[in-house]
C-alpha cells in the first residue's frame, strides 16, 4: 500500500489554516474532558472528593505540561547538542519535534503542583487521569500517520505500506497505527476496566507507566529509529531507553505495599 498523503491542512479559510495534527491534540482533550466527568462519578472518586471542576482544571495545566514538557523532551533528549547551540530555536514549534516521555514529565509536574494546591497526595491525583490518557495518545498517533511522520522500519517482506516521506520506495511497518491500536486503544480499554475498582494508591497509575512503557518498547522495534540518532547501546532506540524507566517505575507502584 502508498500512504494517501493526506493533505495536512484540514481547514483552510484564507490565511487561516488548521492542521490535522492540531485537530487531533483538540480531540483528545475533548475525549479527556468527556471521560474525566464519567471518571469523577465513579464512587471510589467520589468518596475522595473530585468533582467535574477538578478535571477542568487540571486540563490547563496539563495542556501546558504537554506542549513545554513535549518540546523541551525532544529538544534535549533527541538533539541536545543543536539545541545547546541554537537555543532559540526551541520556539520554532512550527518546524516540529515533539517527545512523549517530555510530555509525560510536564503532565507530571502539572500534578504535582495541582496536588500540591489542593493539599493531596501526588497518585491521588494521577490515578485520577491516568486512565483518560491513553485515548488521548491515540489521536496523537493518528495525526503521526495522516502526517506521514515517524514511519516504520522495512518489513523486508512482501507487504508494508510506502512512505514517500521516507525518501524511497521501501515497504514500512505503519508503525504510527500500531502504537495507536497498542498505547492508545488497548492500553485505554485495559487501563479503564482496571480503574472501574477500588486501588491502592498509585496502583492505576502503575499500569499506566507499565503498560505504556511495554507497548513502546515492543513497538519500537518496527519504528525507525531517529536518522540523526540510529540506534544507541545494545541496538535499542532512544524511545526504548526511555521507556524502561516507566517500566521499572510501573513495576514498582504496581508492587509496593500500601504505607
Same mark, same amino acid.
Given at each position: 500500500?502508498?500512504?494517501?498523503?493526506?493533505?495536512?491542512?484540514?481547514?483552510?479559510?484564507?490565511?487561516?489554516?488548521?492542521?490535522?495534527?492540531?485537530? #487531533?491534540?483538540? #480531540?483528545?482533550? #475533548?475525549?479527556?474532558?468527556?471521560?474525566?466527568?464519567?471518571?469523577?462519578?465513579?464512587?471510589?472518586?467520589?468518596?475522595?472528593?473530585?468533582?467535574?471542576?477538578?478535571?477542568?482544571?487540571?486540563?490547563?495545566?496539563?495542556?501546558?505540561?504537554?506542549?513545554?514538557?513535549?518540546?523541551?523532551?525532544?529538544?534535549?533528549?533527541?538533539?541536545?547538542?543543536?539545541?545547546?547551540?541554537?537555543?532559540?530555536?526551541?520556539?520554532?514549534?512550527?518546524?516540529?519535534?515533539?517527545?512523549?516521555?517530555?510530555?509525560?514529565?510536564?503532565?507530571?509536574?502539572?500534578?504535582?503542583?495541582?496536588?500540591?494546591?489542593?493539599?493531596?497526595?501526588?497518585?491521588?491525583?494521577?490515578?485520577?487521569?491516568?486512565?483518560? /490518557?491513553?485515548?488521548?495518545?491515540?489521536?496523537?498517533?493518528?495525526?503521526?500517520?495522516?502526517?506521514?511522520?515517524?514511519?516504520?522500519?522495512?518489513?523486508?517482506?512482501?507487504?508494508? #505500506?510506502?512512505?514517500?516521506?521516507?525518501?524511497?520506495?521501501?515497504?514500512?511497518?505503519?508503525?504510527?497505527?500500531?502504537?495507536?491500536?497498542?498505547?492508545? /486503544?488497548?492500553?485505554?480499554?485495559?487501563?479503564?476496566?482496571?480503574?472501574?475498582?477500588?486501588?491502592?494508591?498509585?496502583?492505576?497509575?502503575?499500569?499506566?507507566?507499565?503498560?505504556?512503557?511495554?507497548?513502546?518498547?515492543?513497538?519500537?522495534?518496527?519504528?525507525?529509529?531517529?536518522?540523526?540518532?540510529?540506534?544507541?547501546?545494545?541496538?535499542?532506540?532512544?524511545?526504548?531507553?526511555?521507556?524502561?524507566?516507566?517500566?521499572?517505575?510501573?513495576?514498582?507502584?504496581?508492587?509496593?505495599?500500601?504505607?
Amino acid at each position: 500500500m502508498m500512504h494517501p498523503q493526506f493533505d495536512p491542512i484540514a481547514i483552510q479559510i484564507g490565511p487561516l489554516a488548521v492542521h490535522w495534527y492540531g485537530l #487531533m491534540y483538540l #480531540m483528545a482533550f #475533548m475525549q479527556y474532558l468527556a471521560l474525566g466527568h464519567l471518571r469523577v462519578q465513579q464512587p471510589q472518586m467520589r468518596a475522595k472528593g473530585f468533582v467535574g471542576q477538578d478535571i477542568e482544571d487540571l486540563l490547563f495545566y496539563a495542556v501546558l505540561g504537554v506542549i513545554l514538557g513535549g518540546r523541551l523532551g525532544y529538544c534535549f533528549f533527541y538533539m541536545p547538542s543543536y539545541y545547546l547551540a541554537n537555543p532559540l530555536d526551541i520556539f520554532k514549534v512550527w518546524q516540529g519535534g515533539m517527545a512523549f516521555h517530555g510530555g509525560f514529565l510536564g503532565v507530571v509536574v502539572a500534578i504535582a503542583w495541582f496536588a500540591k494546591k489542593r493539599g493531596l497526595h501526588f497518585f491521588t491525583v494521577a490515578d485520577l487521569i491516568a486512565p483518560l /490518557v491513553p485515548f488521548g495518545l491515540a489521536f496523537g498517533r493518528i495525526g503521526n500517520f495522516i502526517n506521514g511522520e515517524l514511519w516504520g522500519r522495512p518489513t523486508n517482506a512482501t507487504w508494508g #505500506m510506502i512512505f514517500p516521506q521516507a525518501g524511497d520506495q521501501l515497504l514500512r511497518h505503519p508503525s504510527q497505527l500500531y502504537q495507536f491500536g497498542g498505547e492508545g /486503544v488497548f492500553l485505554g480499554i485495559i487501563l479503564w476496566l482496571y480503574a472501574r475498582q477500588p486501588r491502592e494508591i498509585g496502583q492505576t497509575s502503575g499500569v499506566f507507566a507499565l503498560g505504556y512503557g511495554i507497548f513502546r518498547f515492543v513497538v519500537e522495534y518496527s519504528r525507525e529509529p531517529d536518522r540523526f540518532l540510529g540506534t544507541l547501546s545494545l541496538g535499542l532506540s532512544m524511545g526504548q531507553w526511555l521507556s524502561i524507566p516507566m517500566i521499572l517505575l510501573g513495576i514498582y507502584l504496581c508492587n509496593r505495599k500500601k504505607s
